[in-house]
DNA sequence: CAAAAATTTTAATCTTGATTAAAATAATGC
DNA sequence: GCATTATTTTAATCAAGATTAAAATTTTTG
């Protein structure tokens, strides 16, 4: 008999586990986070793990999951605000990297998809794609609605996707540079976007 | 005695085994490269890898490097040839990209730096910091010599390098695709340096 | 071709951290 | 406060893959 209380409970401290394995795995690397490391930051033994997860493959899992449902949401949000295809580009960056250097992250680097177990893998590969998929939807309505140039939406999506997902791997947590970030990136990732003339540069 | 051929053979087999190691962990992650898989790839037994290398953490390591000294050899020419800062960073994507995606490739990503033990950690950290340092020069001079609009560079190339580092993440060798990359990318990623007037979107 | 050096394999061992089961503790419902 | 359920710990065990040493093979040299 599971009460709300104690599924809020569990679910709280299952979340807060999340958190703490992302930023392990960022800031130590996946091989170098043992459980034991990611329980210590929760105040717990590794064995107290086990009672939120499976084993270790799934707590990367569901930390990735967590991950893909932070950027879908950005999306969803940029998409439902912007009232055009740069607008929506626009949002949708400024939401997601506000998660990345926000108190809702850290997200962690999916740098360990490719060991997860099959089913586990190709759920994170679907929604990863999906994700894209969205991108490229709302790169391709701004170019139809003249607000975004000309481009390669499938490249142009890689380049800013890219661009974003980096940031655990440079950005480590001290709240100033998070204002810069979110001050700068995505102003500077959807200048690209600018319908302006080519220039074939130097 | 050491002769200049037998060197080349070792070097050549080691430089096998770094591009083989890389394609390991570019597709099966990390931990779920063994250095079984690794050795297969080139016909060996896994023992064989360490007469090249003293452990995996080594070959890590070595693996690292050579991708950082192939973004040094791409940052060095583009700055040697480029005309100016805007040529300059043009050049420099351009030659990093052909490295991504080409024949010289494929490099690692470096998700595993933190689990270095601390006197490669450091090595890699310094010359990432280093090609870090060496392209906000390059921005910082397009922007005196107007060919690059104002802007933060320690952003923009966390932006751009971030672009450029996860093209292993989505990137899977084949040629054609290859081909659109090093076709957009550079053109792409430059497009932000413009010195146009700013947009504040919508 | 014979000797020496270089490279690889075979066949173990070793290590580390993941995992488990049972016991202990804490929280909750009545 | 007692019984029940939820959560955590203690104390082992386990497994997988890294590592090693010695032997075998291949390559090079003279």
Same mark, same amino acid.
């Given at each position: 008999?599971?009460?709300?209380?104690?599924?809020?409970?569990?679910?709280?401290?299952?979340? $807060?586990?999340?958190?703490?394995?992302?930023?392990?795995?960022?800031?130590k690397g996946y091989?170098g986070?043992?459980?034991?490391?990611?329980?210590?930051?929760? !105040?717990?033994?590794?064995?107290?793990?086990?009672?939120?997860?499976?084993?270790?493959?799934? @707590?990367?899992? %569901?930390?990735?999951?967590?991950?893909?449902?932070? !950027?879908?949401?950005?999306?969803? $949000?940029?998409?439902?605000?912007?009232?055009?295809?740069?607008?929506?580009?626009? @949002?949708?960056?400024?939401?997601?990297?506000?998660?990345?250097?926000?108190? *809702?992250?850290?997200?962690? +680097?999916?740098?360990? +998809?490719?060991?997860?177990?099959?089913?586990?893998? =190709?759920?994170?590969?679907?929604?990863? *794609? %999906?994700?894209?998929?969205?991108?490229?939807?709302?790169?391709?309505? !701004?170019?139809? =609605?003249?607000? +975004?140039?000309?481009?390669?939406? $499938?490249?142009?999506?890689?380049?800013?996707?890219?661009?974003?997902?980096? +940031?655990?791997?440079?950005?480590? !947590?001290?709240?100033?540079?998070? %204002?810069?970030?979110?001050?700068?990136?995505? %102003?500077?990732?959807? $200048?690209? @976007? @600018?319908?302006?003339?080519?220039?074939?540069?130097?």
């Open positions: 008999m599971v009460k709300i209380a104690e599924e809020t409970r569990f679910e709280l401290q299952r979340h $807060r586990m999340l958190k703490a394995a992302a930023t392990c795995f960022n800031q091989s986070t043992s459980l034991k490391d990611v329980a210590n930051h929760l !105040g717990l033994t590794d064995a107290a793990l086990y009672y939120y997860v499976r084993n270790k493959e799934e @707590l990367v899992y %569901q930390c990735y999951l967590r991950g893909a449902e932070l !950027g879908k949401e950005a999306m969803d $949000r940029g998409r439902g605000e912007g009232t055009n295809g740069f607008g929506q580009a626009l @949002l949708y960056i400024r939401y997601h990297v506000e998660v990345m250097v926000g108190e *809702r992250g850290p997200v962690a +680097i999916m740098s360990e +998809i490719p060991s997860l177990k099959k089913p586990h893998r =190709d759920e994170i590969l679907k929604v990863s *794609r %999906q994700h894209s998929i969205e991108f490229e939807k709302v790169l391709t309505r !701004g170019i139809e =609605d003249g607000s +975004i140039g000309e481009c390669n939406v $499938r490249m142009t999506g890689n380049a800013i996707m890219g661009a974003i997902n980096w +940031i655990p791997k440079w950005f480590h !947590g001290d709240a100033e540079t998070a %204002q810069t970030v979110l001050a700068e990136f995505p %102003q500077l990732l959807t $200048r690209c @976007l @600018l319908p302006v003339g080519r220039c074939d540069g130097d």
